[in-house]
């Protein structure tokens, strides 16, 4: 009776251990990560999203995700083509595709990629010149994106974008530039004048021409220009009367008689 005993002890015992060492062997696999198995040293297989049991004491499974890490590039100091002074810092958007080459390959994927980021943020600043930072960041953001993306597929690892978030200038280059900016506007707004006076004077030459050979119209005008200011009411006209309008009035007041030639008188003639 006390062997069956014992005998039950151990068999309890033992499915203990089993049921420890079973729950010991089972893993969850999120859906957006990936299980790389190390059986031994050597790695077995990626495991898929799930419950996936291991080999208590044999297996080891490391987990890798596969969202889009969002890693901030530290601020960057560094000199331009053109020699000016900038502090650049970035984006980059990345993410697994290869599991195992990422937790193989690199050692640590996630600082490997921001040291990456930052040595191409050096290298974009000293191959560009200030105006390429400051208006041309599409191109520089593709440059910067092979830059990263070249060696980060090694490990395993995609970059989707970066962007280049803030350039700081120095406060004395901001003066100038602002200065520069209101000396462009004012020469702007200067040329835009010119042109304006220019076709203006060549407007006003073509009306002096055309007047020129109709004199009569010279006269409408000035009569239009004296109608529109006496329809202002609160002011005194003062008409100065041109002499080219008298003798247009003279000219065209006479009669044919008037204007006749005067017949010698012939007593005159005598006297002569």
Do not use: C
Request: glycine content about 6%.
């Amino acid at each position: 009776m006390d062997v069956l005993y014992l005998l039950i002890g151990w068999l309890a015992a033992i499915v203990v251990i089993a049921g420890i060492g079973l729950a010991a062997g089972v893993r969850v696999v999120t859906q957006y990560e990936r299980g790389v198995v190390f059986r031994l040293g050597r790695v077995r297989a990626v495991r898929e999203p799930g419950l996936r049991l291991l080999i208590p004491g044999v297996d080891k499974m490391s987990k890798i995700s596969l969202q889009v890490v969002t890693m901030p590039v530290p601020a960057q100091e560094g000199i331009t083509r053109d020699n000016v002074t900038v502090r650049v810092d970035a984006v980059v958007y990345f993410r697994v595709i290869d599991p195992m080459r990422a937790l193989i390959e690199v050692q640590d994927y996630l600082f490997a990629v921001a040291q990456v980021a930052q040595t191409s943020l050096r290298s974009i600043i000293g191959k560009s010149e200030l105006d390429d930072l400051l208006s041309n960041r599409e191109q520089l953001n593709k440059g910067l994106e092979l830059l990263i993306d070249s060696p980060a597929l090694n490990w395993g690892v995609h970059i989707d974008r970066v962007e280049i978030k803030d350039v700081a200038l120095p406060d004395a280059l901001k003066r100038s530039m602002s200065r520069q900016a209101e000396a462009e506007r004012e020469r702007r707004a200067r040329v835009i004048s010119a042109e304006g006076e220019l076709q203006a004077s060549r407007k006003l030459a073509q009306a002096a021409a055309n007047m020129s050979d109709a004199p009569a119209a010279l006269q409408l005008r000035f009569l239009e220009t004296v109608v529109q200011v006496a329809a202002e009411k609160n002011s005194t006209l003062v008409l100065p009367f041109p002499v080219e309008l008298l003798r247009f009035l003279e000219r065209s007041g006479r009669t044919p008689a008037e204007t006749a030639p005067e017949e010698p008188d012939a007593s005159q003639e005598m006297r002569e």
